[in-house]
């Protein structure tokens, strides 16, 4: 029996798989991944703010992809945002701190497909702050 959902951004029924947005939407989403990254190589640093205003792309959707872990907060610590969901400590990036990332590595997995209902808390914040591109390699 496949599992039926609807998709969170355009509300079509599709299988899901994981993922709480069905492939059409998936796809999107990955071009305007796409849009930041080319837009972070061209100014690095730039303002999240500044970043959601040219490509027309809102905050929560950027905030989102720093809480995927595809992109990353640099600068002050002032400027950080994002908090460890396990332990509370401050973090540029994903959703836990490096200690509970490593010991966490595991559930992880599992909760990969409730990053966008946890955002909610975090997406408020209209606070600048920089970020450029996590080098994934440096990952595992
Ligand atoms: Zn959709
Ligand atoms: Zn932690």
Same mark, same amino acid.
């Given at each position: 029996m496949?599992?039926?959902?609807?998709?969170?951004?355009?509300?079509?029924?599709?299988?899901?798989?994981?993922?709480?947005?069905?492939?059409?939407?998936?796809?999107?989403?990955?071009?305007?991944?796409?849009?930041?990254?080319e837009? %972070?190589?061209?100014?690095?640093?730039?303002?999240?703010?500044?970043? &959601? /205003?040219? #490509?027309?792309? $809102?905050?929560?959707?950027?905030?989102?992809?720093?809480?995927e872990?595809?992109?990353?907060?640099?600068?002050?610590?002032?400027?950080?945002?994002?908090?460890?969901?396990?332990?509370?400590?401050?973090?540029?990036?994903?959703?836990?701190?490096?200690?509970?990332?490593?010991? %966490?590595?595991?559930?992880?997995?599992?909760?990969?497909?409730?990053? &966008? /209902?946890? #955002?909610?808390? $975090?997406?408020?914040?209209?606070?600048?702050?920089?970020?450029?591109?996590?080098?994934?390699?440096?990952?595992?």
């Amino acid at each position: 029996m496949p599992d039926v959902r609807n998709c969170r951004r355009c509300g079509k029924v599709y299988n899901y798989i994981g993922n709480p947005l069905c492939p059409t939407c998936i796809q999107a989403d990955d071009e305007d991944f796409k849009r930041v990254k080319e837009y %972070l190589y061209k100014y690095p640093g730039a303002a999240m703010s500044k970043v &959601s /205003e040219d #490509l027309e792309i $809102s905050v929560d959707k950027i905030t989102r992809y720093l809480r995927e872990g595809r992109l990353e907060i640099v600068g002050e610590e002032a400027n950080i945002v994002l908090s460890c969901e396990n332990c509370g400590k401050s973090i540029k990036t994903g959703r836990f701190c490096d200690i509970c990332q490593s010991s %966490l590595t595991t559930s992880l997995k599992k909760t990969a497909t409730d990053i &966008s /209902e946890t #955002l909610a808390g $975090s997406s408020n914040s209209k606070k600048e702050y920089e970020m450029r591109f996590l080098n994934k390699n440096e990952k595992k």
